[in-house]
């Protein structure tokens, strides 16, 4: 008996894409197979989902794909106001899988046919005992011995050697025939916990069809400089207001110490330490949130009237480059508006965008209701009613707030980057006073623009409150 693995996910992989697990057993052909997997958390050892699986058509693998299983384990971290690196505990789960297996119990018997007191006695290697219920297939299909094909039951046994079925042996006319026997309700053997994978992770990642088949779990361990981050946020080509922030993902960051570095175009060094407990780090990075720095080298805040650009990146204790430099340009343009977006993009990091053009905040009311009868008042015997008596009711009244927001002039890295905006599921609004609230992207439809056709870019989008103002009726 062997099971093998063909195939399986890498040690971190985005949970919103396949997750696929593919194995082989050389007893695939037995009645009744199935191959088990048995997913665990990693960190409690708690078994969380069981899948009996069919071997496949032609093949007999055993195929799985459990990303639906794990993207119910990951969600996000919402620290919209923090400006120190934290565990990301939401943003990523550590997982093993066991595979095993089942098939239909079987003894194979060959050319094994003797009398035991006027019974047929059958010997191989068993585990039967008396009062059993078998179910006995000849080789020939009951051509030879009719009598011994079908239901019986155990009358003896010896050992686990041989056992003898209630068949006469007067009716056996050829006991050279061979068969297999089983259990009449076809109880099965089961074999758990042939091969693991295990200390897996997944992140709450969803990458695009044609990037996700070129992704390469090793180039985001932050090992060298040439490994990413766990975002979209282009390298280059990204332009910030002072007021946003941004709050990027640092994948498998698990170094003695570690650190983000920055540097500004003046070439001061500045770094803020990462929590490396953790498998994923969340690290506040943006111009308004990138909070207490340590300086390593040269003068000054980071940020001041003077600053073009800065970079950030990883590094180990000892400052050495261990992912790519990341550039946020300063966007000292005039504002008209200090709205901007945060979002979830699909790598599970919170991206920005500032809307500085005019915004326009509109309102919808949706009221509900009914004509009541007026009863006014007699005075004098005589009915009457008074000019403000209500008829005409409202018992509900619902207020949705929407905010038109356009942005400047962007680069078309920034307009590529804008797609994951509108496609976001999860999106704050920071408002002109610092504190955010929830929304919702209104547009269903998004261009995405090259430069080929024009060199800057303004976007346009509605978003609606996700929290409506409550009336008092």
């Known amino acids: 008996m062997a099971t093998t693995k063909l195939a399986s996910p890498q040690v971190f992989t985005p949970a919103y894409n396949p997750c696929k697990f593919i194995v082989d057993s050389t007893n695939k052909n037995e009645l009744g197979f199935r191959y088990i997997f048995d997913v665990y ?5 708690v078994q969380i989902a069981q899948y009996r699986v069919f071997p496949q058509y032609l093949t007999g693998y055993g195929e799985i794909d459990i990303s639906k299983l794990l993207q119910t384990k990951v969600s996000y971290d919402s620290n919209l106001y923090n400006t120190t690196a934290y565990d990301a505990a939401n943003s990523y789960y550590k997982y093993d899988v066991m595979v095993g297996e089942e098939f239909i119990t079987t003894v194979s ?18 585990s039967y005992v008396v009062g059993d219920q078998v179910r006995i297939i000849q080789s020939d299909g009951g051509a030879a011995n009719p009598n011994l094909e079908g239901l019986f039951t155990v009358l003896s046994v010896v050992g686990t050697t041989s056992f003898t079925v209630n068949s006469l042996w007067s009716q056996v006319t050829n006991a050279l025939i061979d068969g297999t026997v089983s259990y009449s309700d076809n109880r099965k ?21 044609q990037n996700w088949i070129t992704f390469e779990s090793a180039n985001y361990i932050l090992n060298n400089s040439l490994d990413l981050l766990l975002t979209d946020m282009p390298t280059n080509g990204f332009y910030s207001t002072y007021n946003q922030d941004l709050i990027i993902n640092f994948g498998n960051a698990k170094v003695d110490t570690g650190f983000v570095y920055f540097q500004n175009n003046a070439g001061s060094i500045f770094k803020k330490a990462i929590n490396t407990s953790s498998y994923i ?25 003077t600053t073009e650009y800065y970079d950030f990146w990883y590094t180990n204790s000892a400052g050495v480059q261990h992912s790519q430099k990341y550039r946020v340009n300063i966007d000292k343009r005039c504002v008209i508006e200090d709205y901007s977006l945060l979002f979830l993009d699909r790598m599970g990091s919170y991206g920005s965008f500032a809307f500085q053009l005019r915004a326009y905040e509109k309102g919808t009311v949706q009221k509900q209701g009914f004509n009541r009868d007026v009863q006014g008042s007699i005075t004098s015997q005589e009915w009457g009613y008074t000019s403000e008596s209500f008829g005409q009711s409202i018992y509900s009244s619902n207020v949705t707030k929407t905010l038109d927001l356009n942005t400047n002039w962007m680069t078309e ?4 980057y804008f797609e994951q905006l509108i496609t976001s599921p999860l999106v704050y609004l920071k408002m ?9 992207i209104n ?31």
């Open 109 to 126: 018997y060959t050319s094994s046919l003797t009398n035991n007191a006027g019974n047929v006695r059958i010997t191989a290697t068993h």
């Open 413 to 416: 890295e920034m307009s590529i």
């Open 281 to 305: 780090s969340g690290v506040p990075v943006g111009p308004s949130n990138y909070g207490s720095l340590t300086v390593v080298s040269g003068a000054g805040p980071l940020i001041n009237t």
């Open 189 to 209: 053997t089961v074999i758990q916990n042939i091969l693991g994978v295990t200390n897996s992770y997944v992140f709450n990642g969803a990458m695009s069809f």
């Open 41 to 45: 958390d990693a960190v409690t050892d």
């Open 432 to 440: 002109p006073d610092e504190t955010y609230a929830a929304v919702i």
């Open 443 to 473: 547009e269903n439809s998004f261009e995405v623009n090259k430069q080929r056709n024009k060199k800057l870019f303004k976007k346009s989008i509605t978003v609606t409150f996700a929290n409506q103002n409550t009336i008092n009726v």
